[in-house]
């Protein structure tokens, strides 16, 4: 009887030595997992901290958990803006910077958290359209990468495109296909679109406010005189653009805190900045095909006042025909012609860029059909 009472121990020990050895590995039998669950919640209701004695440091459960904890950074110092460089609009950035942090630092670190796959898609997209890094803050803003994002206006998906912006991207938008909401499709349209508008202004957070209230109200901000910075014609942009620009500068620089971009816009007007760091900044439309001019100075050429409201003033250089531009932005080519005289020989022999005259409602349509445009205008001169 003692014989098979040792031999019984023996074996239940091999039994419970086996299982210990399963439990420590990383494929947790589930019954254990919901039991140490239990415990875990008792202890913490309790002010304790459990320790789960079943899972190893390297455990893949362990990993997932940490990775799914909000990654609040409000807790930065981000890069503050100089009285140096920004003037009286310090003090305000600064501000306006600290307190989009705490009030949003922590939604923002869970959208983090959620979307690192679609962060990387954007990345990797921006960098193929050779555009900076920092323009995936404006997905979140935007929409906080959310597909099916709906404004009130009708802007759909996680760059928010109106219908129309998007066709002329190349998007299916019809009662069928939304492309909008393809995650992929929108971005490579938003990179698209971002790097056209930077063709337009050359400043990147007049790009933002572009996309934010269309390049129109821009256009009317810089041809007041104001100036040609961000900060110059701020008071003069809508109240919702002005905040989505500073909404950009503080996402930005919640997630990197090495960002540049406060570096992207050209320095408020009698602000000298440091050669080292921001000499470019100076020529913002000196080496661009397609600039935006603030005023009119060919004075042989005399317009109305409700004319010159309704007009963008552009500089271009290239092969640019009437004609293609007529075609393209379905506009009356005679009215063209009247806002432009000589346009088509002066273009073509000039050696610096020209004045083009268009409404400024088809300002939009010419950016994102630069390209279309010129293709055309080398059939009509083949």
Known sequence: MNKIFFILVCTLCVCF?????????????????TDTNIIRKIKEKKGEVYVNPFLKETDSSRFVARASKPTNNSKQQPVKASSTL??????????YIQNYHKNHGARMGRIV???????????????????????KALA????????????PVGAVGPWQFMAGTAQMLGLRVDNNVDERKDFYKSTQAAAKYIKQLYGMFNDYLLVIASYNCGPAPVIRAINSGAGRS??????????????????????????????????????PKGIKPPKADFSSLNNAFANNDTDVEDNDKDEKVKFSQRELDNMAILKVKGNYKLNAISVVLDEDLVRLKRWNPDFDEN????????????????????IISKDEILAKSARISS
């Not at 030595?17 to 997992?33: P, Q, W, Y």
């Not at 979140?140 to 404004?151: G, M, P, R, T």
Request: glycine share 4%; aromatic share 10%.
């Open 113 to 135: 958290s959620n979307n690192k796959g679609q962060f990387k898609l954007i990345e990797n997209i921006m960098k193929r359209y050779n555009l900076p890094n920092e323009m």
């Open 86 to 95: 920004f003037g009286e609009f310090a003090n305000f950035i600064n501000e």
């Open 230 to 267: 961000f900060w110059d014609i701020k008071s003069k942009l809508p109240k919702e653009t002005q905040n989505h620009v500073m909404a950009f500068i503080a996402t930005s620089l919640f997630l990197d805190n090495h960002s540049k971009v406060l570096t992207f816009g050209n320095i």
């Open 140 to 151: 979140i803003i935007e929409s906080a990468l959310n597909c099916n994002a709906i404004s």
């Open 17 to 33: 030595g086996s299982i210990e050895n399963l439990i420590a590995k990383d494929t947790v039998v589930i019954n254990v997992i």
């Open 347 to 366: 273009v073509s022999k000039a050696a610096t860029p020209i004045h083009l005259r268009i409404p400024i409602n088809k300002l939009e349509k010419f």
